[in-house]
């Protein structure tokens, strides 16, 4: 499918950036293992519920049909979540079908590990304090990295401080983010997984295609 993300302008864009550093923030959190007040969550449909207000709060309109409401973040047995994140995506011997290490997932890992690591360290932050002490390329991370990029794109006071932050989206976007998610995606497809995870990989597919397509159009 060609994306056509928006006719708003870059202006738009970076008026949205508040709801696109959460909705980052949001999937960042969602696809990592799952906690109690998570699967709360999803059981209460609020996983569902938050996905919604985050992309209706894009400056386009999202150029894709969201699995939000019927049969994807609002479904499922909440007692199979912790035991289905452990199968398809923390398997502790052999390697997860799934891995959510971008740098698995096509290219030379240890040169994608080194290249975002250069991105951290040039905005003062570094992987090795966080709680997991997570490996550059963790999903996650990458995602955490994007909604930092975009709060500074919010808070940014002059021209070049926007263009920079968001120069740097585009370039996670493009040579990274939007290249693990086709894989991703066919490796999960092969395993039968419930909805939610499903709907999740797919939203983030999804909004990395449109993100990237937005920044790079304007």
Same mark, same amino acid.
């Given at each position: ?45 609020? /996983? ?35 035991? *289905?994140? /452990? ?34 360290r040039h905005f003062g932050l570094s992987v090795a304090n966080a709680p997991e002490r997570d490996l550059p390329d963790a999903i996650?991370?990458?995602? *955490? ?9 919010? *808070? ?9 932050f968001r120069s740097v989206q585009r370039d996670i976007l493009e040579r990274h983010v939007t290249k693990w998610m086709p894989p /991703? ?34």
């Amino acid at each position: 499918m060609t994306v056509t993300p928006t006719a708003a302008g870059a202006a738009d864009h970076q008026a949205a950036a508040v709801a696109r550093s959460e909705l980052w923030a949001s999937l960042a959190d969602w696809l990592t293992f799952p906690t109690d007040d998570f699967v709360s969550d999803f059981a209460a449909g609020r /996983i569902a519920s938050e996905a919604r207000r985050l992309v209706d709060a894009l400056a386009y309109p999202f150029p894709y049909p969201l699995p939000l409401d019927s049969d994807g973040l609002a479904s499922g047995d909440p007692e199979e979540v912790e035991v *289905e994140f /452990i199968r398809l995506f923390d398997v502790p011997s052999g390697g997860a079908p799934v891995p959510l290490y971008g740098g698995v997932h096509g290219g030379d890992r240890r040169q994608v590990m080194e290249e975002l690591l250069r991105f951290y360290r040039h905005f003062g932050l570094s992987v090795a304090n966080a709680p997991e002490r997570d490996l550059p390329d963790a999903i996650p991370t990458v995602l *955490e990295f994007l909604a930092f990029l975009c709060a500074g794109e919010a *808070e940014a006071v002059d021209a070049e401080a926007v263009q920079t932050f968001r120069s740097v989206q585009r370039d996670i976007l493009e040579r990274h983010v939007t290249k693990w998610m086709p894989p /991703i995606a066919g490796r999960l497809a092969k395993k039968d997984p419930m909805s939610l995870y499903r709907a999740l990989i797919d939203l983030l597919g999804h909004f990395a295609a449109a993100e990237h397509a937005a920044l790079s159009a304007a």
